[in-house]
């Protein structure tokens, strides 16, 4: 997440007696502003930050409120970065070193870590420390006099570092300031004026602080085996003062024109920076040793916070001026601060195979099982549905057929009783007929022609049967005998309606309305009378029956109805199934391609841990070798002094016995000239 570097002021206490005569910094809150001495601020010089500390104030302090969340952030895998900023003797190596009674922000950080790990139980950490000095744009090693003139390299997996600076595995805090000690120690060697060289160096103590989760057993890889590193810098700065201020020349000039350039670069950094991302093209980190070293702190993967130190004497109002500047463009740089885990091939092996069984267990256990039980599933139900839309198709068609049948039957019947309602028809004009033939009424009555209205085909009343062309009765005028309306029976029958009942009953009558026929055959109306009888209980039979099938019919047409209800809603259902089937299809689809990808995946996985197994057992191999290879050395520099020891004590002898012989040879001289004064 970006946030914003943490950009604090403290003021020291004022070192000289007198007191200011025009101005003097005042410090509100977090606030430092100029102002004139009796009266108001002066304008443009007041300047606003996270802290504004005064000259009461400590550096536990300073600590708390500026420092601590940058160390407690290193320890949990953030890089952090804490330095002082301000011109000589404004107070920078007071507050990262500290005084006895007060002790500075490294010595109070590097406790700090160690009673923070101490309480971290889930995790191991191996703590590396560093001290180092740029003097004259060159790096020296604080902890190992010898390295010096070190030059900066960057790797992929270590970043930017210092080649060849010894690194000082620590377990405790008290190793820790022993080491520094030791580092001021040397940094004294030979050196007559240790003020001026610390005014012109930068120092940087640096602590590595790698962890790794204790393996719980877990099988949680991300807690366990990933592993953090991040890098901590604390750093006291040259000062800041302008070089003509130095004003000496010679080897001091040439000590100033570097650290102008270090801190030079340092200020440009800080420019580029806070101008925004547009301007951020290209920030010229490589251009000191100094800035390359920060690169990380400075707008980059870290936690920073920076103490600018002012002195409050009026004399040095111009170097707070610039010190305040400085901190003012700081506060604009916004870092970006991650925790850094690295996967070491241990731990991404693990990674790996604890996703391979979390794959394995996918396709092999449940996952797999599910799938196929879902493919049954499916494969089931789509058999099912298949089978229902057979079954349901065939009592479709049955249906169909019965209906036909049914309506084929009903036609057949309807026919039938059409025929027999005309045979009917024609047995009832021929009795009624026979009626007005025996009407004593009609005997009498005139015989008016009827006045025919024009039928239509509907109005059927009663239809000529073959029995009624008999020959010898009823010459009626054919239009009357062929079809006649109601209003024409009526007309013809003066209000009588032809009754079946009555039909019956009603006695034989000759007709009388015409000339009178003599010769009736007797035998043939009785035939007549035998054979309508017949009709009339075949009629009723044929009514019975009719209304059997009437009703039959009705019957048979609410079942249709009913059926044909059932089969919309079947048709409903199937297609519903359809549906559903076709969505399971594509369900099965869709699992069958994950399975294949999962698959896939999982070839790809084993095929990286295959390869990874390889490469682990080429550096075990390569490690062995190299044992192997430093055993060997060990044993040879023991041999080596065995045999120097050896030569050592060869030497004395010879040596003692050459001081023996030099000895002899000086008495036998000592002789040999008393003897020759003795002679002459
Ligand atoms: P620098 O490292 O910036 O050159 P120093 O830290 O050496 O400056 O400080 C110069 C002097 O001022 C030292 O004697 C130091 O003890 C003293 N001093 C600086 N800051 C404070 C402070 N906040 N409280 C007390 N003394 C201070
Ligand atoms: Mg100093």
Redesign the pocket.
């Known amino acids: 997440m970006a946030e914003k570097i943490c950009v604090a002021v403290?003021v020291?206490?004022s070192?000289s007696e007198e007191s200011p005569s025009g101005t003097f910094w005042k410090i509100e809150d977090n606030r430092i502003s100029l102002h004139k001495l009796h009266g108001t601020p002066i304008s443009g010089l007041s300047y606003a930050f996270d802290h504004v500390f005064d000259?009461s104030?400590s550096n536990s302090k300073v600590y708390e409120l500026l420092t601590k969340d940058v160390i407690h952030a290193a320890v949990d895998g953030f890089n952090g970065t804490a330095f002082?900023y301000?011109?000589?003797?404004?107070?920078?190596?007071?507050?990262m070193n500290g005084?006895l009674n007060d002790p500075g922000i490294i010595h109070r950080a590097v406790n700090d870590v160690f009673q923070k790990i101490q309480m971290i139980s889930d995790r191991e950490f191996l703590i590396r420390v560093s001290y180092m000095e740029i003097y004259n744009e060159e790096i020296n090693d604080l902890f190992a006099v010898e390295n010096q003139k070190l030059p900066i390299h960057e790797s992929l997996e270590r970043g930017i570092f210092v080649a060849g600076l010894r690194e000082e595995i620590v377990n405790n805090a008290e190793q820790v300031i022993k080491l520094l000690e030791s580092g001021e120690v040397n940094r004294h060697f030979g050196e007559t004026n240790m003020n001026a060289r610390?005014?012109r160096s930068h120092t940087i103590f640096r602590m590595v602080i790698e962890s790794k989760g204790i393996d719980t057993g877990s099988g949680d890889y991300s807690s366990s085996d990933a592993i953090r590193v991040s890098v901590l810098n604390l750093v006291?700065l040259a000062?800041s003062e302008r070089i003509a201020k130095t004003g000496a020349g010679g080897v001091r000039l040439k000590e100033g024109k570097y650290i102008n350039k270090s801190l030079m670069v340092l200020g440009n950094v800080i420019n580029k920076l806070s101008n925004g991302a547009k301007q951020r093209a290209h920030i010229p980190y490589r251009d000191s040793k100094l800035t390359r070293i920060l690169q990380t702190a400075l707008g980059g993967n870290a936690k920073t916070s920076i103490i600018c130190?002012v002195a409050p004497e009026e004399v040095h109002i111009e170097e707070t001026k610039g010190t305040l500047q400085f901190a003012s463009r700081a506060k604009r740089i916004t870092n970006c601060a991650q925790v850094n885990e690295i996967l070491t091939d241990a731990a991404l092996l693990k990674r790996q195979q604890l996703e391979i069984e979390d794959l394995r267990r996918k396709l092999q256990g449940s996952r797999s099982e599910v799938l196929e039980q879902e493919i049954l599933k499916l494969r089931n139900d789509m058999l099912k549905y298949e089978l229902e839309r057979e079954k349901l198709e065939m009592e479709l068609e049955e249906e169909r057929r019965s209906h036909k049948e049914r309506e084929q039957r009903i036609r057949d019947q309807q026919l039938k009783i059409e025929n027999l309602s005309s045979l009917v028809s024609d047995g009832d004009r021929s009795s009624s007929q026979d009626s007005m033939k025996e009407s004593p009424k009609d005997e009498c009555n005139d015989f008016k022609t009827p006045c025919f209205k024009e039928t239509s085909n509907n109005a059927f009343v009663a239809k000529r049967s073959n029995y009624s062309e008999l020959p010898d009765f009823s010459p009626l005028p054919d239009s009357f005998s062929n079809v006649a309306d109601e209003d024409t029976w009526f007309k013809m029958n003066k209000g009588y309606i032809a009754d079946l009942d009555s039909l019956q009953t009603t006695p034989a009558r000759k007709v009388q309305s015409f000339p009178p026929q003599d010769i009736t055959p007797d035998c043939s109306n009785d035939n007549y009378k035998l054979e309508l009888q017949n009709l009339k209980t075949q009629l009723e039979l044929v009514i019975k029956e009719k209304d059997e099938l009437q009703r039959k019919l009705e019957e048979e047409v609410q079942i249709n109805r009913r059926l044909m209800g059932e089969i919309s809603e079947l048709k409903q259902e199937l297609d519903l199934s359809n549906n559903s089937l076709e969505s399971s299809a594509q369900r099965y689809g869709n699992l069958e391609r994950e399975f294949q990808k999962l698959k896939d995946e999982r070839d790809s996985l084993l095929q990286t841990v295959s390869e990874s197994s390889k490469n682990i057992t080429f550096l075990t191999d390569q490690k062995e070798n190299i044992l192997k290879d430093l055993n060997c050395e060990v044993q040879r520099r023991k041999d080596l002094e065995a045999e120097i020891k050896q030569f050592s004590v060869a030497f004395a002898s010879r040596q003692r016995s050459l001081a023996s012989i030099h000895g002899e040879f000086k008495s036998k001289i000592e002789k040999l000239r008393a003897e020759n004064l003795v002679r002459y």
């Open positions: 403290r020291r206490p070192i000259e104030c002082a301000g011109q000589t003797s404004s107070g920078k190596t007071f507050t005084s610390s005014s006291d000062g130190t």
